[in-house]
């Protein structure tokens, strides 16, 4: 995507996910929350390891809620456009799609493949990358607000507590990025 390419886009997605791709890499230990991914010997406290993929989601999803005025204005007017087609075909679906452009377009990407993105310097490990795609999967979940309903990868629904918690949250960022006063004050 272009918009990736801009210095803009990647100083921005410094600012929000440096901090949160530093702390997956130096996690050590399996945060698997699968249990048919574990190997036979390996003994797992899925509960222990869930709780650290949402306190994980957690702090991250309070640094992007916090940056909508900072986030680059090509970007925010860009979703105010967005925004105002679909409103005018699509009333109820404008937040999904300014979701898709900042989750499943923009930040989720740069997550899960944080060296393409200048995050790092390498490749995520096996390990982290796990963390990396379970957290994704999770604030995908957040920004479309549709809750897992068990009939892919039942061990997620432990987490739509989360995806409850945080979608009013979500659905004010989406305003506050698209908002025509706020994009003007940030000119």
Known sequence: CIYLEMDEGKEYLKSVA??????????ETS??????????GERINFRANLEK????????????L???SRCPIIFRELMLHTKQKTDSVFPNMTHAVVGGFVFLRFLCPAIVTPHKFGLT????????????VLITKLLQSVSNG??????????????????????????????NLTDPIGIEQQK
């Open 18 to 27: 440096s901090e949160l791709v530093t702390s997956i890499s130096s996690i």
């Open 66 to 68: 916090s940056s909508a």
């Open 146 to 175: 549709v809750e897992f309903d068990g009939s892919k990868e039942d061990y997620m629904l432990r987490l739509n507590p989360f995806i409850k918690r945080n979608r009013l949250y979500v659905n004010v960022f989406f305003d």
């Open 121 to 132: 310097s390498k490749c995520p490990d096996k390990n982290s990358l796990r963390v990396c």
């Open 53 to 64: 993929i949402v306190d994980i989601s957690q702090k991250f999803l309070d640094k992007v």
């Open 31 to 40: 945060l698997e929350v699968n249990p048919n991914n574990i190997g036979g």
